[in-house]
């Protein structure tokens, strides 16, 4: 296993961030960014992180941590817990990489996540229905194994690699103005806003939770970060309970401000992308866009990108919310 004390790790540096470009390149898709401007009626474009590799920007961050380790760590194999799309970027860069992955995922996990894991030839193990509840089980199977965890968000490695997405935004739309950022666990709002605040502060970046679970917001207002008893939402890659130390530092040093979304909000701008962007997104990469397109009409001159960070959806799940969008 790998601990490290999140205390002692300075945040993410853009030479981190520039190492971390190296090492992807050629086994992450630089992904495009799409102007959606005559659709949505104001200058806003989209990073189709949906088009990466695993349907994710997940395996950006897995990519640069997995490709990283030892000799002896690869030999002995990895494990994450994930509700999904974690899940399959450990599975996809292990079997890139010739290593073994186990992946321990909620008893709630949709099926196109499951079977998208085992499809890249993980060992799925099924445990609880919270991120806690599966970090216990991982990190058990870990000491009885001899695997090395790969976090789901809060590693220096994980932030770095998923930063790669804000360089990339900054490289491809020059006059970008603020950058909307869906969170989780807290890795991607990390990575996006340390790579862009660096490299260009007067851009913003917005963060983007669910209502239901807006564990970041609850951490920045109480000064530390927080565990939520209980979280619920649409979009089932936003809602660890708890935001990760090292991604709530980032957070607080980095973004600029963070606003939240209705799931109703969340089934309109998916279905939104259904029909006029012609993208199949799944809810938790729908939130930013939901957030972009209900606030970027004030800016109407500036440049506005939605990271739109998954699509792994089943089309039975995704019928059901363009039928409810309807309504």
């Known amino acids: 296993m790998l601990w490290y004390d999140v205390t002692c790790v300075a945040l993410t540096s853009l030479s981190d961030i520039e190492r971390a470009a190296e090492r992807i390149r050629g086994a992450v898709v630089r992904t495009p960014l799409i102007d959606i401007s005559r659709q949505s009626g104001r200058p806003v474009w989209l990073k189709a992180e949906n088009l990466q590799m695993t349907g994710s920007f997940k395996l950006r961050g897995a990519y640069n941590m997995i490709s990283g380790l030892t000799d002896d760590a690869r ?5 994450t817990y994930s509700s999904g799309n974690h899940a399959q970027a450990v599975a996809y860069a292990a079997r890139v990489l010739g290593i073994g992955a186990v992946v321990v995922m909620p008893v709630t996990a ?29 990190e058990g199977e870990a000491a009885k194994r001899g ?23 900054l490289e491809d739309c020059a006059g970008v ?22 490299a260009r502060p007067g851009v913003k970046v917005i963060g983007v939770e669910p209502v239901g679970a807006a564990k970041m917001t609850a951490s920045l207002d109480a000064g530390r970060p927080v565990t939520l008893e209980t979280v619920s939402s649409v979009a089932d890659g936003l809602l660890p309970v708890r935001p990760g130390d090292l ?5 607080q040093a980095f973004v600029d401000d963070i606003v939240t979304v209705t799931d109703d909000a ?3 701008a998916l279905a939104w992308l259904f029909r006029r962007a012609k993208l199949v997104v799944e809810p938790s990469g729908a939130a930013s866009v939901a957030a972009a ?3 970027a009409a004030s800016s109407l001159d500036d440049a506005t990108v939605a ?3 998954g699509g792994n959806i089943s089309g039975i799940a995704l019928g059901a919310i363009l039928e409810r969008a309807e309504h």
């Open 110 to 138: 949709t099926d196109v996540k499951i079977t998208g894991a085992r499809r890249f030839g993980a060992e799925v193990v099924m445990e609880g229905t919270t991120s806690i509840e599966r970090k216990a089980r991982a």
């Open 266 to 268: 969340i089934d309109l």
């Open 247 to 251: 991604t709530f530092r980032h957070t």
């Open 293 to 295: 397109l209900s606030t």
């Open 177 to 198: 103005s603020c950058v909307y950022v869906p969170i989780g666990g807290g890795g991607l709002v990390a990575g996006v806003a340390a790579a862009v605040k660096q």
């Open 147 to 169: 695997l090395t965890v790969v976090p789901p968000f809060d590693h220096p490695d994980i932030i770095a690699g998923q930063a790669t997405v804000g360089s990339e935004i």
């Open 75 to 79: 030999q002995r194999g990895v494990i």
């Open 307 to 309: 990271v739109v960070s």
